[in-house]
Nanobody
Framework: QVQLVESGGGLVHTGDSLRLSCVVS????????MGWFRQTPVKEREFVAC????????HYPNSVKGRFTISRDNAKNTLYLQVNSLKPEDTAVYCC????????????????????WGQGNQVTVSS
């Protein structure tokens, strides 16, 4: 059974930084394309970042481009999301997800492309 466990969230102030981690167990991490999504009670799930199997390719929406960086360490079965210059509108539950798709260059911004999900980790940014 594939499990994803996020950590690294918390309460921070505007302009602060965090590094979120996602440890994957029970599967073949290096064969998964990975992504980060976020959700609030009043907004639909939003794509934040994705990365290909080896980490060579990444993709971000304009809302976080230049502030967020996704990376992975296949030797540690761990996905990361470095989040800088945080804003109150970044407040959300951040979830990592794993995709078993294997076409193209391994970038999948659609949530329906993912097979496994973590429980989520709360990030709260105060103004």
């Amino acid at each position: 059974q594939v499990q994803l466990v996020e950590s690294g969230g918390g309460l921070v102030h505007t302009g602060d930084s965090l590094r979120l981690s996602c440890v994957v167990s029970g599967g073949s991490f290096s064969s998964y394309a990975m992504g980060w999504f976020r959700q609030t009670p009043v907004k639909e799930r939003e794509f934040v970042a994705c990365i290909s199997w080896s980490g060579d390719n990444t993709h971000y929406p304009n809302s976080v481009k230049g502030r967020f960086t996704i990376s992975r360490d296949n030797a540690k079965n761990t996905l990361y999301l470095q989040v800088n210059s945080l804003k109150p509108e970044d407040t959300a539950v951040y979830c990592c997800a794993a995709s078993t798709l294997d076409y193209g260059i391994g970038l999948y911004p659609g949530s329906n492309d993912y097979d496994y999900w973590g429980q989520g980790n709360q990030v709260t940014v105060s103004s």
